[in-house]
T-cell receptor, first 113, second 111 residues
C-alpha cells in the first residue's frame, strides 16, 4: 500500500508570493493534518481535517489556509510568504477514530528567498 | 515552560550500545505517546505508540511511559549505524488529535 504522498518535493519561492502544497492520504484514511517543521525543531501543528471539515487549527496566521477534498486529499495554501515560512511542511493521515495515530508523508521543503 | 521537553543532543554511541532517549511533559491530559524516527530531510516514521502508562516492546525498541512523573523513554538495544537519525517524542490528549512534539534528539551510532 502506498503511504502518504506529498507534492511537490521541493519548492523555492520569493517573499510575497503564494504557495499551494498537496497531500494524498493513505487509502482509507479520512483525516489529514498539516505540520510545519523548522530546521532543528519538532513539527508544529497547523491544521487538521476530517471528512472535509476543519477539526483543529494551530497558532498560525490567517495567511495559512487549507481544505480537504471529497477524495480526502488536501491542500495547504500560504499567502504573502515570509522568509520565516521556510520549513519542511508535513502532511499526516489517520483513519480518524479516537485511538488512531498519524502517519507522515515525506514532506515538502519550502524555501522562501 | 514548553509542553514537551526533549534534550536535542547530539548523542553519539558505539555500535551495540543501549541507547536511552527521554522526554518530559507538563500537560497531565496527555494519554497517547509516540516515538517517531526521522532521517535527514525525510518525514517522521512511527516507531512506537503507547496508550497511558506502562511498557511496550517491539524488537530492539522498548517504550516506557510514567504518567505520575510525566516522563517517557525510548530504549534501543544493540544499536546499529542504521539507527542514526533524529528521534522525536510526540503526545496527545486523545487519539487522532493534534500531536505535540519535542524538539527531537539527534542520535549517531558509530560503527
Amino acid at each position: 500500500d502506498a503511504g502518504v504522498t506529498q507534492s511537490p518535493t521541493h519548492l523555492i519561492k520569493t517573499r510575497g508570493q503564494h504557495v499551494t502544497l498537496r497531500c494524498s492520504p493513505i487509502s482509507g484514511h479520512k483525516s489529514v493534518s498539516w505540520y510545519q517543521q523548522v530546521l532543528g525543531q519538532g513539527p508544529q501543528f497547523i491544521f487538521q481535517y476530517y471528512e472535509k471539515e476543519e477539526r483543529g487549527r494551530g497558532n498560525f496566521p490567517d495567511r495559512f489556509s487549507a481544505r480537504q477534498f471529497p477524495n480526502y486529499s488536501s491542500e495547504l495554501n500560504v499567502n504573502a510568504l515570509l522568509l520565516g515560512d521556510s520549513a519542511l511542511y508535513l502532511c499526516a493521515s489517520s483513519l480518524g477514530g479516537p485511538t488512531d495515530t498519524q502517519y507522515f508523508g515525506p514532506g515538502t521543503r519550502l524555501t522562501v528567498l | 515552560q514548553k509542553e514537551v521537553e526533549q534534550d536535542p543532543g547530539p548523542l553519539s554511541v558505539p555500535e551495540g550500545a543501549i541507547v536511552s532517549l527521554n522526554c518530559t511533559y507538563s500537560n497531565s491530559a496527555f494519554q497517547y505517546f509516540m516515538w517517531y524516527r526521522q532521517y535527514s530531510r525525510k518525514g517522521p516514521e512511527l516507531l512506537m505508540y503507547t496508550y497511558s502508562s506502562g511498557n511496550k516492546e517491539d524488537g530492539r525498541f522498548t517504550a516506557q511511559v510514567d504518567k505520575s512523573s510525566k516522563y517517557i523513554s525510548l530504549f534501543i538495544r544493540d544499536s546499529q549505524p542504521s539507527d542514526s537519525a533524529t528521534y522525536l517524542c510526540a503526545m496527545s490528549a486523545r487519539g487522532n488529535t493534534p500531536l505535540v512534539f519535542g524538539k527531537g534528539t539527534r542520535l549517531s551510532v558509530i560503527a
